[in-house]
């Protein structure tokens, strides 16, 4: 494989954000060493890099190539153990981004019976089957699965695991700590170079602090700047119906040191689920908060 850009290089890009380098590597890794190469990957890299290149596109937007990056896991599906619930998790994310939810529980239940003991960065089934049911009305179900992936992360050590599973728990929680579970993902992250799961949790933090206007953002006033652009970015995403009735200036701030504040978010380049997430909190929400 000399030349052709390592499988975990082009994954460590699409963690740091840089989706268009991280895409390039994972094109380039298809094209030499892809399931029609002549020198394919095993299953579970080949599952791995497929699942990778769903995921930048689903980030991009871009359904119409991740139901084709989709299309070609499918005969890995019927195999064993890790790499068929990598292509099940994969498919389930496709399954999810086109409405179906029913056929997305169905592949996030079977990623996790395929390969139950598969750590919790690299198979994290329970936070997307937990969005996947609470879309599905059943909120208890998303409560004890993204329950269990905070419980698994936590054990698993990865500042990674532990952002993502609590950024699944701020999505399904009915309670009053959602914020919380942000803020907390956020300091775990501190001081690692995921500065696109950081730049998930910045929006959905500054959602929140827009749908809430609660007192936490008032705390936020040294070193911070206007969240105007996670409102524009959100806004993009779930039309001008609801920021047009957001006060011109919320007085709502975010840090300085967030990934929000470097640069312009696209909110489709955050995340697969997020425009799901954010419709399905704006949906439930009586008129009068939004005002």
Known sequence: M?????????????????LGEGLEQLLALHATHGPDSSEPLSDVELATMLSALVDCR???????????AGEELTPLLAGPGLAAAIAHLAKGEVAAALGDTEAAVGHFAAAGQLAPDAPADV??????????????????????LAREQVELARRSGSPYAMAGALRALAAVDTGPDRIQHLLRARAVLAG???????????????????????????DRTN???????????????????????????????IASSSPLSRAPV??????????????????????????
């Open 223 to 253: 070193g911070a700047i206007s969240v105007s652009s996670a409102a524009a970015a959100l806004g993009s995403a779930v039309g001008t119906f609801f920021f047009s009735r957001l006060p011109a200036s919320s007085g709502l701030l």
């Open 266 to 291: 696209n909110f489709f380049t955050l995340s697969g689920w997020s425009l799901a997430y954010w419709l399905l909190v704006i949906s439930t929400l009586p008129y009068r908060s939004c005002r």
């Open 2 to 18: 000399a030349g052709v850009p390592s499988l975990q290089s082009a994954i460590e890009r699409v963690r740091t954000g840089a």
């Open 192 to 218: 690692t170079e995921a500065d696109r799961l950081s730049a998930q949790i910045d929006t959905d933090l500054a959602g929140l602090l827009l749908l809430t206007h609660t007192p936490e953002a008032s």
């Open 58 to 68: 689903l980030a991009r937007g871009d359904l119409a190539n991740a139901m084709t």
């Open 123 to 144: 198979l994290p089934w329970r936070a997307s089957a937990a969005l996947a049911h609470l879309r599905n009305g059943n909120a208890r179900a998303a409560s004890e």
